[in-house]
């Protein structure tokens, strides 16, 4: 959930209708509010964080049906309390179900909502968007395997962490119309922002995974263009163009856009699902093609897009047992670099604990001036220092020099103690793998000399 507005700090008088806690949770701001739900800043004293508290609003007769659309909700968000843990996606913490007003804890998201970027005089870079929507295909992917349809994928649930101007992250909030596949509890039908709603999802019948890439190509277009595809002041008239209507290309509403991405965009939007992507999958390494092809302009961005950092330690052997959740955690823990032809990553008898994952480029290793070996991509370097076990074993006894211009993925014990558990297993798995191979070659050097030279 996002960061109280400009203009609230915490230092300023306390509201006299802002409560001073609720349950165990210590109350800091109101955050925002809506016809069924009001959102807090709360502060959880027992692990010292801070979180996102939504509550229920009391006061509804009990037998009425705003109060049962509201348990819905509830109760399908509560369904999901840590099940969900996925670097773009907001984690939901607890649940706790009073009566008067039951509510969720959540974590805090220090940011806007992509609200803020649909008008067209605030419009994202091209790039921005398009890496937004990249993470977003991801991790909604993932909520798609744990068994989740979001249905009320909207710009208003996606939360824009910024640096500066620049949006740094994106994250998924608002599982409350969420489809639960795996929930043996009645479910409600027809729910969603008509803006953003599928041809299927209007007409109640049952979702896959294509009806949320619907509404995210809608969200993806609104950025673009600063308009949703379709746009009326009645509803009627907004149902009947999700019906019969197509929209406008974006090559006609924004300079820059290209013909592959708008024919993604516009794709991902067919009334038919058979027309759309096939599979999050499909429509995230499209979102990526884009970026890796230069179909998006560049302007004043990172050089390096989180996607193309995801997209490259996908393809390197050294990931293959990674899933999403871990790659996303290398690419934001890691120190990645570049280095240009000539560049001692080591030098013999130097001492470091550091080791290197090569993305790009060739690396030579010498020996008493004897080359000895040549590294390429995905290939590791210096990982013997880092898992040595005493001090001796971490001098180096070669020199590493690239061979042509590389970009590095390295890490120091500091920062792979950063890493959650079972990444740092799937580490170990990935080392044992690097020396079982080396090992083997080994061998077939000291047994077979003829044949390996």
């Known amino acids: 959930m996002t960061a109280p507005a400009r203009g609230s700090p915490r230092g300023d008088r306390r509201p006299s209708d802002l409560p001073a806690h609720i349950g165990k949770y210590r109350v800091l701001a109101r955050l925002g509010e809506g016809a069924t739900s009001e959102v807090f800043l709360a502060h959880d004293d027992f692990r010292n964080i801070d979180v996102a508290l ?173 308009r949703p595809p379709f746009d009326a002041t009645q509803q009627l008239a907004i149902m009947h163009q999700i019906y019969n209507a197509q929209p406008p290309s974006l090559q006609t509403l924004r300079d820059g856009v290209s013909a592959r991405l708008d024919s993604l965009i516009l794709g991902a939007l067919s009334k038919s699902r058979k027309d759309r992507p096939a599979s999050w999958e499909d429509f995230a390494h499209a979102l990526s093609q884009l970026v890796a092809d230069c179909e998006v302009p560049r302007g004043g961005q990172q050089d390096v897009l989180d996607s193309e950092r995801f997209t490259l330690l996908r393809s390197l052997d050294f990931f293959a047992g990674f899933g999403d959740v871990e790659l996303w955690e290398v690419v934001h823990r890691a120190r990645w670099q570049r280095h240009p032809a000539g560049h001692a990553l080591y030098r013999r008898g130097m001492e470091g604990d550091s080791f290197h994952i090569v993305a790009l480029g060739e690396i030579d290793v010498f020996r008493d001036g004897l080359r000895v070996a040549q590294l390429g991509a995905g290939t590791t370097v210096g990982e013997m220092a880092y898992l040595a076990p005493s001090p001796d074993l971490r001098v180096h006894s070669a020199d590493v020099i690239v061979s042509q211009a590389a970009t590095t993925i390295s890490f120091t014990p500091n920062t792979m103690g950063q890493l959650s558990m079972p990444t740092r297993h799937l580490f170990d798995g990935a080392f044992i793998r690097v020396l079982v191979r080396r090992l083997h070659a080994a061998h077939e050097a000291l047994a077979h000399p003829r044949r390996v030279l």
């Open 54 to 226: 939504k509550r229920v609003r009391g006061g509804l007769p009990a037998d009425s049906r705003e109060r049962h659309f509201q348990q819905r909700f509830f109760a399908a968000e509560a369904a999901l309390v840590g099940r969900l843990q996925h670097p773009n996606v907001v984690q939901i913490l607890d649940a706790v179900a009073e009566d008067a007003a039951p509510y969720l804890v959540m974590e805090f998201v220090d940011g806007v909502t992509l609200r803020r970027f649909c008008r067209p005089d605030a419009l994202l870079p091209l790039e921005q968007i398009v890496e937004i929507g990249f993470k977003c295909a991801m991790a909604l992917g993932y909520v798609f395997r744990q068994g989740v349809i979001h249905r009320d994928v909207k710009p208003a649930n996606l939360l824009a962490v910024m640096d500066g101007a620049r949006v740094a992250d994106v994250k998924i909030t608002d599982f409350g119309s969420a489809f639960n596949q795996r929930s043996e509890l009645t479910q409600v039908y027809r729910v969603g922002s008509l803006a953003y709603m599928s041809p299927e999802q209007l007409d109640g019948d049952s979702l896959d995974a294509r009806a949320d890439i619907y509404s995210l190509a809608a969200v993806l277009y609104h950025l673009i263009a600063g």
